[in-house]
């Protein structure tokens, strides 16, 4: 049988511990080594990730103010604005 932390560590995070400004680039987003992130899209726009499985997805015409509670590790480019990598 599994322990409690064991499976917390298989769950998706409901709240977020730490943020930090993401920009599109070819560059992995610091911390995703073994865990990808949400976003959090401060302005409108279309943003392109890497997901954490490893496909590329392009959501399109984000509204400004959105949650995206999917698990990233490469915001790869974007016409949105102020992303957060939610931690």
């Known amino acids: 049988m599994r ?7 298989d769950e998706v995070r409901v709240f977020a511990h730490d ?3 993401v920009s599109a680039s070819p560059t992995q987003i610091a911390g995703t080594e073994n865990r990808g992130v ?3 899209v401060g302005g409108a726009g279309d943003v392109t990730v890497t997901m954490e499985s490893g496909n590329s997805v392009t959501f399109t015409a984000v509204p400004a103010g959105t949650f995206l509670p999917i698990l990233v590790t490469h915001v790869t480019a974007a ?3 102020a992303i957060l990598a939610l931690y």
Do not use: I
């Not at 322990?3 to 560590?9: C, F, P, S």
């Open 19 to 21: 943020a930090a400004a």
């Open 79 to 81: 016409t949105a604005t």
């Open 3 to 9: 322990g409690t932390q064991l499976k917390q560590a």
């Open 38 to 40: 949400c976003l959090y």
